[in-house]
Nanobody, 124 residues
Framework: QAQLVESGGGLVQAGGSLRLSCAAS????????MGWFRQAPGKEREFVAA????????LYADSVKGRFTISRDNAKNTMYLQMNSLKREDTAVYYC?????????????????WGQGTQVTVSS
């Protein structure tokens, strides 16, 4: 059974950095686009970043563009999110997800597999 497990979350001061990892198991997702979403308390889940199956194309939410970098290592069946210059408004539970196609999108409903989430808290 396919499983996604996020790690790397934690508490960090504003301006700091974290690197999230998403390890996939149970099947290979190298042919599919993958993405990161986040959900803050009292808010809807929102798109953060997505990456094509090859890693050659990426998409970012305007709020994280220039600060976050998405990448993947298909040999390790793992996706990453490098988060720099973190702000308090980045505080949320971060989820990784796998698309059902090779096309990257910002729409959560097009992603078929989801991890359990990892908490990122940015303090001032």
């Amino acid at each position: 059974q396919a499983q996604l497990v996020e790690s790397g979350g934690g508490l960090v001061q504003a301006g700091g950095s974290l690197r999230l990892s998403c390890a996939a198991s149970g099947r290979t997702f190298s042919s599919y686009a993958m993405g990161w979403f986040r959900q803050a308390p009292g808010k809807e889940r929102e798109f953060v970043a997505a990456i094509s199956w090859s890693g050659g194309r990426t998409l970012y939410a305007d709020s994280v563009k220039g600060r976050f970098t998405i990448s993947r290592d298909n040999a390790k069946n793992t996706m990453y999110l490098q988060m720099n210059s973190l702000k308090r408004e980045d505080t949320a539970v971060y989820y990784c997800a796998v698309e059902t196609t090779a096309i990257i999108t910002t729409v959560a409903t097009t992603y078929a597999y989801w991890g359990q989430g990892t908490q990122v808290t940015v303090s001032s």
